[in-house]
């Protein structure tokens, strides 16, 4: 069975740090491009972050560049997102999903976690 579980989440003080995980089962996630979205209340779901299959490339919101990282781990099949310096506007549920490649459109994304959420108050 195909599936992608994010963990991670949670409550943080602003300019705290908080790391989600995405975790594959059932598929290798190497062969595919990751992506990090989030959703806010009232607002469209938006791209946070991707990394590329094949050579590991990383991109970033404007919103998040410096602040995130993007990163693999092979042997657990796992995707990470380093969130940093976490700001209030950063409140979401964060999901991750895969594509062939990265991209920021998520119609072209095929298959997607539950979501985590994230909330940044003080």
């Known amino acids: 069975q195909v599936q992608l579980v994010e963990s991670g989440g949670g409550l943080v003080q602003p300019g705290g740090s908080l790391r989600l995980s995405c975790a594959a089962s059932g598929f290798t996630l190497d062969y595919y491009g990751v992506g990090w979205f989030r959703q806010a209340p009232g607002k469209e779901r938006e791209g946070v972050s991707c990394i590329s299959s094949i050579e590991g490339n990383t991109y970033y919101a404007d919103s998040v560049k410096g602040r995130f990282t993007i990163s693999r781990d092979k042997t657990k099949n796992t995707v990470y997102l380093q969130m940093n310096s976490l700001k209030p506007e950063d409140t979401a549920v964060y999901y991750c999903?895969?594509?062939?490649?990265?991209?920021?459109?998520?119609?072209?994304?095929?298959?997607w976690g539950q979501g985590t959420q994230v909330t940044v108050s003080s």
């Open positions: 999903a895969t594509n062939l490649d990265c991209s920021w459109r998520d119609d072209e994304y095929d298959y």
